[in-house]
């Protein structure tokens, strides 16, 4: 990873195909949420670099890394996502941490958290003055579901309904949009509790007998295929910062599942 003078990351120029598609196109000398998006497609380049190396690993190594990177991809795609659809979100944290009092030994109420960023309560009626008073911003929240999710489902289904020999889109094609965000709900939520309990020995049994290296290949890929879907449905968003032409995130989508974990 380089940096410039100031000390901010720089990305390099062989991005990859899951920070392409997570933070789209990277503007190299940008400031504000640009030089944020800069940073996490550094980040999650070096993420992606250490689930390559994986397979070299010892079964012990793997139960002990894999459930770090894996959950790294969940929380950087995340938050790449959200700075792409509501920077102003991104851009508060980020000022907040720049804030010469800002300390790293607390918590922050400004923070991205799981609960309240990613996931919320349910709305039961989005469209009453109590719920618009304060409205739920959650990546996978009862207003994205409506404004952004369901509203570009089928705009992604048309742009990729010729594509033919890739085994995610072919299965991403069968599924109507309650069955695909129903599924995206269930898997993320499941995802972060098993990737959680390999980060915090939370096991009180050997990790290697849970997290063995087949669970643990599952569990990657069903990561990075679930935050790389909703990249790809980001590329169909006209709002969505650093926005990909659809064919280059279709390209991206393809090759990320060539990627592959544990090929060995």
Known sequence: MSSNESGVDEPVSNQSALAKLLCGNVVLDGGGIDEVLSHLSVSIDNVVKELIRLESLSPNQISLFAPFLGRSI????CTALIARLDPFRVLLLRECQNQPNYLMDKPHKSSIRWQGDVFADKVTDLWADKSLQN???ALLGDYYKTLIWSANFDKLLDAIRDVSGDEWILNLRTKNFDRFYTETLSDFSSLYSELSKGIHHELVIPLSSALDRDTTQQLIEKTVRNI???????SVVSHALNKLDIQVAIAAYKEIQEMGVFNG
């Open 135 to 137: 409205p739920t911003r």
């Open 228 to 234: 790389a879907t909703l990249g790809l449905i980001v």
């Open 74 to 77: 969940l929380e950087l795609g």
